[in-house]
């Protein structure tokens, strides 16, 4: 049904960044075939809240995968990925730049089977230089991007407290296979596509964080983009508010009764306010104090009605019970064959003439449709019996 229906993938990614990436294609039509070693599970199905020895994390990164155990560091199981690949459209895998092609299952080897292959290499820092080797997690491209200072604001640096790197990467990879896809569709060949992690994540953050770093020379006249944009505590509770414009900010300090300080002609102007260096510290001490014996309800309601951006702090608990979640149809429920019942995002994208619709379940166990998938890849049985004895699956 999806806009990707018909297109198969071959998933040799593991963690966030390639699994997240293909969960997506998947629910979005495409056939997706995780493969993972006999007896060595992916990180993400050992880590975190699990039932009936399912992660869940497992559940909300392969969610529409099909699994296939399959040993490559095997002859035969090096075959057997060729000959998949012969039938496939697209390959994502994140090993360390070398890996694959040392196994023979990289872009040369897949291509040379299947020219017109979409084949996604998945790096942490970079496939060449000082640091392209090195074994990669979330945190350390935080750290080497600029995330864990800009996070940090004007202390000490900070993470972001998700693995956010890894899914940044994911929506890049994601977004680079269709695109590659489509130059196939009109007449391109097959290609490899390269995406390291550091790259997006000062993609990302380069917009906004990198303004002042963009303009290059000494006549450049710096300031800081954005308003404030504190978490604001309130009697029963935290919100936020974003009194970016002059008459916004006049409309928040006057419902929280400190009108003084936008009276104040040092404050008079969003420019001032970002470029003045006492306003961080009247920001602090006095207006934010003033929220303190107010409700949330009554001054976002108030603020509203002034035209000013607020929202309440929600966990993630409360999102997926709030009144716009159920409106949106954010999330969606299923039934797992051996994990139960599981709640997890819908896919985000609403197509009107091809609709994306959650995939099935994420596989329980490393393999469980190995024999499956290689009789539709025309296997005999005399073939699977024999890889399965020697272990190959």
Not at 87 to 95: G, I, L, M, T
Not at 151 to 157: E, K, L, W, Y
Request: with cysteine.
């Amino acid at each position: 049904m999806g806009p990707l229906a018909g297109v198969k993938i071959l998933d040799l990614s593991t963690v966030l960044s390639g699994p997240v990436a293909t969960s997506m294609l998947a629910d979005q039509g495409a056939d997706v075939i995780k493969i993972e070693p006999p007896g060595a599970p992916d990180l993400v199905r050992q880590v975190g809240s699990r039932r009936a020895g399912v992660a869940a994390m497992h559940l909300n990164v392969n969610r529409g995968k099909r699994a296939l155990a399959l040993d490559l560091h095997r002859p035969a199981g090096v075959d057997v990925l060729l000959r998949l690949a012969t039938r496939a459209d697209v390959v994502v895998q994140n090993f360390r730049p070398g890996v694959v092609e040392r196994l023979g299952v990289g872009w040369d080897g897949v291509a040379a089977v299947n020219p017109r292959i979409v084949y996604c290499s998945i790096a942490g820092f970079g496939f060449t230089g000082p640091l392209s080797t090195v074994k990669v997690y979330d945190n350390m491209v935080q750290a080497a991007s600029g995330f864990a200072v800009v996070q940090g604001g004007t202390g000490d640096p900070q993470f972001v407290r998700t693995l956010a790197c890894d899914k940044i990467t994911a929506l890049h990879v994601a977004q680079a296979i269709t695109a590659a896809l489509f130059a196939r569709e009109r007449g391109a060949s097959g290609q490899h596509v390269r995406i390291s992690m550091l790259d997006a994540a000062v993609a990302f953050l380069w917009p906004d964080s990198g303004a002042q770093h963009t303009l290059l020379g000494a006549d450049v006249v710096a300031s800081p983009v954005g308003g404030a944009s504190e978490v604001i505590r309130f009697a029963d509770g935290w919100g936020t508010a974003i009194p970016l414009l002059d008459e916004e900010f006049r409309a928040f300090c006057r419902v929280l009764e400190v009108e003084h300080v936008a009276d104040d002609p040092r404050f008079a102007t969003m420019a001032q306010r970002l470029a003045h260096p006492e306003y961080a510290s009247v920001y602090r001490d006095v207006v934010l104090p003033a929220a303190r014996s107010r409700s949330i309800a009554e001054v976002e309601t108030a603020l509203a009605a002034a035209g000013v951006a607020a929202a309440r702090v929600a966990s993630l608990a409360e999102v997926a019970d709030s009144a716009q979640a159920l409106a949106n149809a954010t999330f969606v429920e299923d039934d797992h064959p051996v994990a139960g019942r599981i709640r997890q995002p819908a896919p985000v994208a609403r197509f009107g003439a091809t609709p994306a619709v959650p995939g099935r379940p994420a596989p329980s166990t490393v393999g469980e449709d190995s024999v499956e998938i290689l009789r539709e890849h025309g296997f005999d049985e005399a073939e699977i019996t024999a890889l399965r004895e020697a272990g190959v699956i």
